[in-house]
């Protein structure tokens, strides 16, 4: 019996996706399994960090954390009590932990928060109660003092994550090794204040080199980082872990010569007929025509 003419064939209309597909440029069609989850493959195993590379934003900015969590450079966040102030955040466990669970939900790795007190005892409550926020995802900070570091032996006891913060001198980095702090946090911009003639930077070579030959698991956090140049040869000495502020962040990305390239760039394909649609289809189109055929 004959099918009506209402009637569709499977086998014909195979045929005919087929050869639509095949009328699609190579490039297109190649573009369009690009786009689609299931035929990525990342370059290297999961198991494999990319770079041993770590950066971290400085700053207690909701905005900038939505702004630069965006490009995923940036590992982590930290914080100190004199940020919070500075980005109008209250320095709460209450607000901590809803700054830590926007962190989470923005894709950040790690949340850096300091705990406070005038006695080990009290910097030890308040860092319980930090690191409780979500262990898997906070990191405390704890200044290098006596009371800081009796508050970090009986933490490390606990398994809490610890960063060291307010290093200025290469002795110090060995005290935070020993206690056995995930980050050891020198203050490289305040350092060159201090010491004058650039010391600070030699100062912080010295403790990465101290950390390479130890060879300990302690990483150097770098932090008050004030020029992207000074974050370059720091890791042309073997520094792989800063903490920079959103304007240095920017800095990043303000490089004119770059800038200048992309508008000529631009200029030249907007000559060239790159945004004339009727010329070909844009990629969102072919994306649109693509997703029908399934």
Known sequence: MQPSSGSSNP???SNMQQQQQQQQPTSALYSMSMLD???RRDPVEKSEPFTKLR????SASITNWELWMSTRLFYGITTNPAILEKDGQRCTLSNLQRLCHIGEELGVKE???QAWGDSAQSMVSVALDLFGMNPELVVVKLPCTLEGFQAAALLRESSVR?????IYTASQVLLAQSVGAEYAAPYLGRMNDAYGNN???????EMQRILHAQKARTRLLVASVREPSAMA???AEGCDTFTISPAVAGKLFAVSY????VEAFEASARRMGAYDQDEGATTSTLFHRHGNNH
């Open 11 to 13: 086998q014909k209309s």
């Open 37 to 39: 989850p299931a035929h």
């Open 55 to 58: 950066m971290f934003l400085d």
């Open 111 to 113: 949340m850096q928060f």
């Open 162 to 166: 610890i960063t060291l913060t307010g």
């Open 199 to 205: 010391k600070g930077f030699k100062e912080v070579v």
């Open 233 to 235: 040869s720091l890791a």
């Open 258 to 261: 770059t800038l200048d390239a």
